[in-house]
């Protein structure tokens, strides 16, 4: 019984072609770098491997090491400043302000000027697209609520759902295959994908929602419907810039003894007004954190209330965790790759299908390997010049996607360029590899280097395995340039 | 620990009884075991993890599993389906009327898509007998999913009048509701 008339299913096949091929290449981008993104973390200790860890806080010595930043003469004071807590996947303690920071070494000095610009170039990269925030934050949140189009289009333009559930065969890049894999992944995938998509539109999108609240309930406006979001900040005067932090922690400990010490934030930074908050992961729970607040003293102020107010709250501040996978340790991050690379192969898979069903083959054929096999090629570039060379690298990795996508143009046969694409990304992950050796000498085999070092060679040679096995299976070689 | 195992081994006997189901063509008992146990799932993982974590790793388990089981029904057919020796031509442009088309489709389905829909979902929760907060985050969830079902169905339509006066007057009910 077919419960979806052909009417139907030919109107949203229709639908769910448009809407992927106008969102496919963005998808793509958006998903691989939020792939990337669940190991935020891990790339920027490996970015600065020399950096002293350690696990342990010391409230005297994080106090000291927090006002010697804080009075320095080298320190710009922003809005808000920062001392981030050491963790198992972070061990070292870092003091910031919203532009630049230092990790603090063991016996509390300031170290190393911290470097975490690959680590935001990729989140960069997922969350505004490198664009202006605002502008970034809405396109990529509205491709969050577009993703849910094409889950709806893509149900209802499926009507052998059931029949095919299990089945994949595997054509390397041929129709049947890419349709398979399409579907598959899509299909079983969609619980997933539907979270991400709705809480990934959340973040650009909960400021027009509460634009639009506060101007239709009479007499509102947007500070008194924030607030029911956010609870207000505490209203202080006269505060000292001088950080009574050792006393707060001890607060923090005695309030949450197992919760997990992220970060204090110390809010209007550059004003009398300042005050210090700590964010406190909760055990068991994904809500991002529980904050209490002190004020410069160390005078506890209350909590925010985020994990113990109503459940709505709890689930508007579990949003982050939920996107992200941060959270039941690395084994779900793990998970969230392998979730969130499925979502990248839908993307591309989808836009295979279109491009393998027409009977000719044009310049979008050419084009579209320079995204798809360009994008990790660009990304490996531009990380390479970032953490090597501190190079800011946004730039140079646009302009490798660009010249990536148009490269195929001069190639003229897209199999062969993709096989080209995957052999010179494996060369530069080799590369990244070994300048990283060159320029951290020993310390790039400590636990901060060589995890990811690891990963990148592994990398290199699943790129050189996918470029050889193509070489040897694909028939498509023998396209030629036709033209 | 073994909470946690128990649970797994209840995913594990869902989504093989999920396929079982498929590979017997359709064995109906198989399937509603499976579907109930992948459900039931879910209790035994929150009684591992707790509420919050237990529910999400009883879909990013079952997912897993079933992409595995998928996994091992793999038929190799080599190639197949896709054509070798397709011509390689001049690229297409479409002419001034495609555009306009194209153009006025991208319009209604993602910018005035998402304005509606904006509308459409405070004016939805506004008169829910909530608090401020619980409607606020009813509408945040529930406004991506609208975009998405509206922009799907524009995008399914032959003509673009259509869908431009089912926008028109949806935006106009919403308007109504929100400031009248």
């Given at each position: 019984?077919?419960?979806l008339?052909?009417?139907?299913?030919?109107?949203?096949?229709?639908?769910h072609s448009?809407?992927?091929?106008?969102?496919g290449?963005?998808?793509?981008l958006?998903?691989?770098s939020?792939t990337?993104?669940i190991?935020y973390?891990e790339?920027?200790?490996w970015?600065?491997?020399?950096a002293?860890?350690?696990?342990?806080?010391?409230?005297?010595?994080?106090?000291a090491?927090?006002?010697r930043?804080?009075?320095?003469?080298?320190t710009?004071?922003?809005?808000?400043?920062?001392?981030?807590f050491?963790n198992?996947t972070?061990?070292?303690?870092?003091v910031?302000?919203d532009?630049q920071g230092?990790?603090?070494?063991?016996?509390?000095?300031?170290?190393e000027?911290a470097?975490?610009?690959?680590?935001?170039?990729?989140?960069g990269?997922h969350?505004?697209?490198h664009l202006?925030?605002?502008?970034g934050?809405?396109?990529v949140s509205?491709t969050?609520a577009?993703?849910c189009?094409l889950?709806?289009?893509?149900?209802?333009?499926?009507p052998s759902?059931v029949?095919?559930?299990f089945?994949?065969?595997s054509?390397?890049?041929?129709r049947?295959g890419?349709?398979?894999?399409h579907?598959?992944?899509?299909?079983?995938?969609?619980?997933f994908h539907?979270?991400?998509a709705v809480?990934?539109?959340y973040?650009?999108?909960?400021?027009?929602m509460?634009?639009?609240f506060?101007?239709s309930?009479?007499?509102?406006?947007p500070?008194?419907v924030?607030?029911?979001?956010?609870?207000?900040e505490?209203?202080?005067?006269?505060?000292a810039p001088?950080?009574?932090?050792?006393?707060?922690?001890e607060?923090?400990?005695?309030?949450?003894?197992?919760?997990?010490?992220?970060?204090?934030?110390?809010?209007?930074?550059?004003s009398?007004?300042r005050?210090m908050?700590?964010?406190?992961q909760?055990?068991?729970?994904?809500?991002?954190?529980?904050n209490y607040r002190?004020?410069?003293s160390g005078?506890?102020?209350?909590?925010a209330?985020?994990?113990?107010?109503?459940a709505?709250?709890q689930a508007?501040?579990?949003?982050?965790r939920?996107?992200?996978?941060h959270f039941?340790?690395?084994i779900?991050?793990?998970?969230y790759?392998?979730?969130g690379?499925?979502?990248t192969?839908?993307?591309?898979?989808?836009?295979?299908?279109?491009l393998e069903?027409?009977?000719?083959?044009?310049g979008?054929?050419?084009?579209?390997?320079g995204?798809?096999?360009?994008?990790p090629?660009?990304m490996g570039?531009?990380s390479f010049?970032?953490?090597?060379?501190h190079i800011?690298?946004?730039?140079i990795?646009?302009g490798m996607?660009?010249?990536?996508m148009?490269?195929?143009?001069f190639?003229?046969?897209?199999?062969v360029?993709?096989?080209?694409l995957q052999?010179?990304?494996?060369?530069?992950?080799?590369?990244l590899?070994l300048?990283?050796?060159?320029r951290f000498?020993?310390?790039a085999?400590?636990p901060?280097?060589?995890?990811?070092n690891?990963?990148?060679?592994?990398?290199?040679?699943?790129?050189?395995?996918?470029?050889?096995?193509a070489?040897?299976?694909d028939?498509?070689?023998m396209?030629?340039?036709?033209? | 620990?073994l909470?946690?195992?128990?649970?797994?081994?209840?995913?594990?006997?869902?989504?093989g009884?999920?396929?079982?189901?498929?590979?017997?063509?359709?064995?109906?008992?198989?399937?509603a075991a499976?579907?109930?146990?992948?459900?039931?799932?879910?209790?035994a993982?929150?009684?591992?993890l707790?509420?919050?974590?237990?529910v999400?790793?009883?879909?990013?388990?079952?997912?897993?599993?079933?992409?595995?089981?998928?996994?091992l029904?793999?038929?190799?057919?080599?190639?197949?389906?896709q054509?070798?020796t397709?011509p390689?031509?001049?690229?297409?442009w479409?002419g001034?009327?495609?555009?306009?088309r194209?153009?006025?489709?991208?319009?209604?389905?993602?910018p005035?898509?998402?304005?509606?829909?904006?509308?459409l979902?405070?004016?939805l929760v506004l008169?829910?007998p909530?608090?401020l907060?619980?409607k606020l985050?009813a509408?945040?969830f529930?406004?991506?999913v609208?975009w998405g079902?509206?922009?799907a169905?524009?995008?399914a339509?032959?003509?673009?009048a259509?869908?431009?006066?089912?926008?028109?007057?949806?935006a106009a009910?919403s308007?109504?509701?929100?400031f009248?």
């Amino acid at each position: 019984m077919n419960l979806l008339s052909q009417k139907l299913v030919k109107s949203s096949l229709t639908s769910h072609s448009w809407l992927g091929l106008a969102l496919g290449g963005l998808m793509y981008l958006i998903c691989l770098s939020g792939t990337l993104t669940i190991f935020y973390e891990e790339i920027e200790r490996w970015e600065q491997p020399v950096a002293e860890e350690s696990l342990a806080i010391d409230p005297m010595v994080a106090e000291a090491s927090f006002n010697r930043y804080m009075s320095s003469s080298e320190t710009t004071l922003t809005e808000h400043m920062y001392l981030v807590f050491p963790n198992a996947t972070l061990p070292r303690m870092k003091v910031a302000s919203d532009t630049q920071g230092r990790y603090v070494n063991r016996d509390g000095s300031l170290g190393e000027v911290a470097h975490d610009e690959v680590s935001e170039l990729w989140t960069g990269l997922h969350v505004t697209l490198h664009l202006p925030d605002t502008l970034g934050f809405v396109l990529v949140s509205a491709t969050g609520a577009l993703l849910c189009a094409l889950i709806i289009s893509g149900f209802l333009a499926h009507p052998s759902i059931v029949k095919d559930a299990f089945k994949f065969r595997s054509g390397g890049a041929g129709r049947l295959g890419q349709m398979d894999l399409h579907n598959r992944l899509g299909v079983w995938g969609a619980p997933f994908h539907v979270m991400i998509a709705v809480t990934g539109a959340y973040y650009g999108l909960v400021a027009l929602m509460i634009g639009l609240f506060a101007s239709s309930i009479d007499g509102a406006d947007p500070l008194f419907v924030t607030e029911a979001v956010f609870p207000a900040e505490p209203a202080l005067v006269n505060q000292a810039p001088v950080y009574g932090v050792a006393r707060a922690l001890e607060k923090v400990w005695e309030l949450s003894p197992d919760g997990k010490l992220l970060y204090l934030i110390v809010h209007d930074a550059d004003s009398d007004n300042r005050f210090m908050e700590f964010y406190v992961q909760q055990p068991g729970l994904l809500a991002w954190s529980e904050n209490y607040r002190f004020d410069t003293s160390g005078n506890y102020l209350g909590t925010a209330g985020y994990t113990e107010g109503e459940a709505a709250l709890q689930a508007l501040y579990s949003v982050y965790r939920i996107h992200f996978g941060h959270f039941g340790g690395f084994i779900t991050k793990l998970f969230y790759v392998v979730l969130g690379l499925s979502l990248t192969v839908v993307s591309a898979s989808g836009v295979n299908i279109w491009l393998e069903k027409r009977k000719y083959r044009d310049g979008l054929n050419l084009i579209w390997p320079g995204i798809v096999w360009g994008m990790p090629l660009a990304m490996g570039v531009a990380s390479f010049t970032q953490a090597i060379f501190h190079i800011p690298s946004t730039a140079i990795f646009w302009g490798m996607m660009i010249v990536a996508m148009t490269g195929g143009l001069f190639v003229r046969n897209e199999y062969v360029y993709k096989r080209q694409l995957q052999v010179l990304t494996g060369i530069t992950l080799v590369l990244l590899v070994l300048a990283y050796l060159f320029r951290f000498g020993a310390d790039a085999l400590t636990p901060a280097g060589w995890p990811v070092n690891l990963v990148l060679l592994c990398l290199a040679g699943l790129f050189f395995f996918m470029a050889y096995r193509a070489h040897r299976t694909d028939a498509y070689a023998m396209a030629g340039t036709a033209a | 620990m073994l909470a946690g195992l128990i649970a797994l081994a209840i995913s594990i006997t869902a989504s093989g009884l999920v396929y079982y189901s498929w590979r017997r063509s359709g064995n109906a008992w198989a399937a509603a075991a499976g579907w109930l146990l992948a459900f039931g799932s879910a209790f035994a993982w929150v009684r591992a993890l707790g509420a919050e974590f237990g529910v999400s790793y009883a879909i990013i388990i079952f997912t897993c599993l079933v992409w595995a089981a998928v996994a091992l029904n793999v038929e190799a057919t080599g190639a197949a389906g896709q054509s070798a020796t397709r011509p390689l031509q001049a690229m297409h442009w479409p002419g001034a009327r495609d555009w306009g088309r194209h153009g006025g489709l991208f319009l209604l389905s993602v910018p005035v898509a998402g304005v509606v829909a904006l509308m459409l979902s405070v004016a939805l929760v506004l008169p829910l007998p909530w608090s401020l907060l619980h409607k606020l985050t009813a509408a945040i969830f529930l406004y991506p999913v609208l975009w998405g079902a509206l922009s799907a169905w524009i995008c399914a339509q032959d003509k673009l009048a259509r869908p431009a006066l089912v926008c028109l007057g949806l935006a106009a009910v919403s308007a109504l509701l929100l400031f009248i």
